[in-house]
């Protein structure tokens, strides 16, 4: 290698045959490029250009290796510091999240109170509802024409409160005479509430007897006003002092002819199906109108009709004693049959 080098400082070849040259890179190119480098002065020697090509030796890279270790060594640390500090930021965040979730649950602890507030809406409201069925059921249940209600019965006798005063009974005891008959069915089948059987309504002259010949014959009771009509003595008319009117008149009817018959064919568009059968106390059969106002009683060769008008009031006070009319009828032995 020496041996190729020139001699640049202008030794003998014999010197440097006996010791190797050593070139170093004069103090003015050092740290600068090679554009800026000053042109070498006319003393300084000139540096021949190397025959091969400067090939980088294996200590400074590494010297590089060296660098780069230390690199790697400050990566870790600032990395280790960093994920230290993401950790605990991560652990920090986590911790302080869980604290809002107690509270929310805390929360909803006082609020059972409104629930029991709503608990107390319903009672308030359900009362309320109580009158509307109450309301309702007087005017379905009423069986009589419409716009008129039952009589008071203030002891439940059969006898409303108007008929106790009638017939001179306790309003306020079922079984005036005490003989184990209810007032108003001792009225029903014509005997004297307030006195012991068998005395009858007409033998105690609680009620009166009209004689229509020669059809019929009824009773009625004694206070009650009676008109006649001298054009059809077979009609008559009796009125209680409130206004209630009672009225009778007779129908031919052909004898062969059943009364639910006779009733369809005199009441056309009506059906007989509708009324009510029954037989009368003395075995009349007869047939009773849905709203229980009108009878008929089967004679034979007639009909009698009775008929209860409430008139101007609005309650149905002497339903006993119209049935009680009804029941006390009877054919005179002069009546064609
Ligand atoms: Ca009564
Ligand atoms: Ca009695």
Redesign the pocket.
Known sequence: MAADMPNTNGSSPASSAQEPLIFTMPEPYRGLAASQRPSPSPSSPSIPPPSKPLVPPSGPVQKSTGKGGRRRTRFFVWGGIGLFLALAGAAAYVFIALRPIQIVRQEPVPTPSPIAVKKEEPKVTSPVTVPVPTKEEPKTSSPFPTGTQPGR?????????A??VLYG?Q?GR?DTDADGYL??NEVFNGYNPKGTAPLTLFESGLVKAHEAPPAYRILYPSPWLIQAFPQDPLRVVFSAPSGETFAVSVQAKDPSQTLGAWYASTNPGKRADELVPSVTKNGYPALTAPDHMTAYVDGGALVILVGYAVGTKSTVDYLQTFQMMVNSLSLLAAAPL
Not at 153 to 161: A, K, M, P, V
């Open positions: 019965d203030g002891d439940s006798d059969g006898l409303t409160d008929e106790e009974t309003a079922p007032d108003g």
